[in-house]
């Protein structure tokens, strides 16, 4: 079974600075890992994914995150946030076969002017 | 592409009440996915369906809870006879095939009172 943990429920930075939104994971075989990002109100939308290949994935809006086996992580970063990035941002976790994303309890990131 | 359309956005029961919560996924989209997500929480998985089949719902509470795709579009999430602790979002996803990244809907908030 494929567990996820996001250690941090509160973030809070400036405009214009960089933040790293922390995931872990476990999960013994090959995995397909996710980050969403929920406005207040609406649903969950998806920005980035890592299944194979290269471990830094490029997202939309500027963010990144970078797969790490030998942390068990899969960090969410940008380099400069605006006030519009304040919101929930949730890791999800499947096993590569093809199963459901198992959601993580979500950071909730606040930016402040 | 028009999104996943869920309805109602709202709504509040008594105890024991019944409701039934509607979405329709991407077209095209074979996977759809019904999550709990209870307030400052994660998603949680409660039933997904590939085409018309149950794929997964042992996180369904069978006695209250039913869930149907019949013809493999439209789904329909029913709960018989609320509780307070149904209270949440119900949120709709779907995608193509189980590892690609995910539609949600704007959910159905309930409050049972």
């Known amino acids: 079974t494929q567990t996820v943990s996001q250690s941090d429920a509160h973030v809070t930075v400036f405009e214009g600075d960089s933040v790293e939104l922390r995931c872990n994971y476990s999960?013994?075989?090959?995995?397909?890992l996710s980050w969403y990002i929920q406005h207040h109100g609406h649903g969950l939308q998806f920005l980035l994914k890592?299944?194979?290949?290269?471990?830094v994935v490029q997202g939309v809006n500027g963010f990144e995150a970078e797969f790490s086996k030998s942390d068990s992580s899969f960090h969410l970063r940008k380099a400069s946030v605006h006030w519009s990035d304040s919101a929930v941002y949730f890791c999800?976790?499947?096993?590569?076969?093809?199963?459901?994303?198992?959601f993580g309890t979500g950071t909730k990131l606040q930016v402040v002017p | 592409e028009a999104g996943v359309t869920q309805s109602p956005r709202y709504a509040v029961l008594q105890e024991g009440q019944a409701v039934s919560f509607w979405c329709d996924p991407i077209s095209g989209h074979d996977t759809l996915y019904w999550y709990q997500q209870p307030r400052d929480q994660g998603p949680q998985l409660l039933v997904y369906f590939r085409d018309e089949a149950v794929i997964d719902n042992s996180q369904l509470p069978s006695d209250r809870f039913s869930a149907v795709r019949p013809k493999g579009t439209n789904s329909t999430l029913k709960i018989q006879s609320a509780k307070q602790g149904d209270t949440a979002t119900y949120l709709c996803a779907s995608s193509r095939g189980a590892n690609s990244d995910y539609t949600f809907g704007s959910g159905t908030r309930l409050l049972v009172i």
């Open positions: 890592y299944y194979s290949g290269n471990p």
């Open positions: 999800a976790v499947s096993a590569n076969s093809g199963t459901y994303q198992r």
């Open positions: 999960y013994g075989g090959s995995i397909y």
